[in-house]
Nanobody, 117 residues
């Protein structure tokens, strides 16, 4: 089993920055790709960014150039640096970890990012 705990969410003004962090514990050896998803009111959950164990990344078009995902395999953490935040970025952000070994997708509880004045 893998447990994921997010932190770093909160209220931020448009144009501001936040850094989200996700700490994994448990069977972390089984983790392959990790990522961040978000879900805003009246919208479906969407992938924001993903990163493979070797460092390859993928971003949603809406956040390219503004967000950066990174991971530290030794610390079992994945971060999301969010810059130039927009009101449309407001959502609950969920950390995700995939395990091909256990055929599972693990999820954190989520952390709210509120981009408003």
């Amino acid at each position: 089993q893998v447990q994921l705990v997010e932190s770093g969410g909160g209220l931020v003004q448009p144009g501001g920055s936040l850094r989200l962090s996700c700490a994994a514990s448990g069977s972390t050896f089984s983790i392959d790709t990790m990522g961040w998803y978000r879900q805003a009111p009246d919208k479906e959950r969407e992938l924001v960014a993903a990163i493979t164990g070797s460092g390859g990344t993928n971003y949603a078009d809406s956040v390219k150039g503004r967000f950066t995902i990174s991971r530290d395999n030794a610390k079992n953490t994945v971060d999301l640096q969010m810059n130039s935040l927009k009101p449309d970025d407001t959502a609950v952000y969920y950390c995700n970890a995939d395990s091909r070994l256990y055929r599972m997708k693990y999820w954190g509880k989520g952390t709210l990012v509120d981009v408003s004045s």
